[in-house]
């Protein structure tokens, strides 16, 4: 197909119909990729604005939370007066609800950021941010999968059990590089262990969980230190006698 020139295509958004198919039919290919970029060009002008909207947004709430001595927006008074400001815009109940869950987003990683840690605790609220908290919720869902990963190589890469003599058969069946698998598996699940282990966080522990929470926190460790243990004493040399 050859090549026709591009024109260029304006696109406003006071009067933006959605397009059907047969609408555009008879544009050339020059046209058509115009018509593409035009669309993708105020689509990024769209987004950023939007974005920068639902930032300024969350500063007018931040502020009245300041006004209001309430930075975790939970008094009938602020809520009262947040939710007459939404209420006005005559915007349907469902988009409404995603331009709050947008905004409470940006919300609080601005009050993280004007307030210290001191007042942060003293205000009942976590450090961290909405966005720290993001990052932290899927570095611990990518560990899962690493340990989901880890443990199905171990399975199916370790032997079951047999008789030395049986063990001894068996060896030479075993395809090339199986123990070393089995091996390499062991020492990544061994990895993989030690990794979900450094994603418990000392604050959630110490502060949001119940006692009975902690309790149970507590025997699931216990247990875990006695299984290392038994595990240790076969990776360990025995001590000589002498």
Excluded: C, W
Aim: proline letters at 5%; aromatic letters at 2%.
């Amino acid at each position: 197909m050859s090549r026709q020139p591009r024109h260029a295509v304006d696109v406003s958004l006071d009067d933006l119909p959605t397009l059907q198919l047969e609408d555009i039919a008879e544009e050339s290919e020059g046209q058509l990729v115009a018509r593409g970029q035009a669309y993708a060009r105020e689509y990024a002008v769209v987004r950023g604005k939007a974005a920068a909207l639902l930032k300024n947004l969350a500063i007018t709430q931040v502020a009245l939370r300041v006004k209001y001595d309430d930075m975790r927006g939970q008094t009938g008074p602020y809520r009262a007066v947040v939710g007459d400001m939404y209420a006005g815009l005559g915007m349907p109940e469902d988009e409404v609800d995603k331009m709050q869950a947008a905004v409470r987003y940006h919300v609080g990683n601005i009050i993280r950021r004007h307030m210290t840690p001191r007042e942060l605790k003293a205000a009942g609220l976590r450090p961290d941010t909405p966005i720290e908290r993001q990052r932290d919720d899927r570095a611990t869902r990518a560990a899962i999968l690493q340990a989901h990963r880890a443990t199905t190589a171990v399975d199916k890469s370790t032997p079951p059990p047999r008789s030395q003599e049986e063990a001894e058969d068996e060896q030479s069946d075993q395809p090339a590089g199986h123990a070393v698998k089995a091996t390499a598996d062991h020492l990544r699940l061994a990895e993989v262990a030690l990794n979900m282990l450094g994603k418990f966080d000392r604050n959630v522990i110490k502060t949001h969980m119940t006692d009975g929470q902690r309790a149970k926190l507590d025997k699931e460790l216990r247990d875990m230190e006695r299984k290392i243990a038994s595990l240790r004493k076969l990776t360990q040399k025995p001590s000589s006698k002498g």
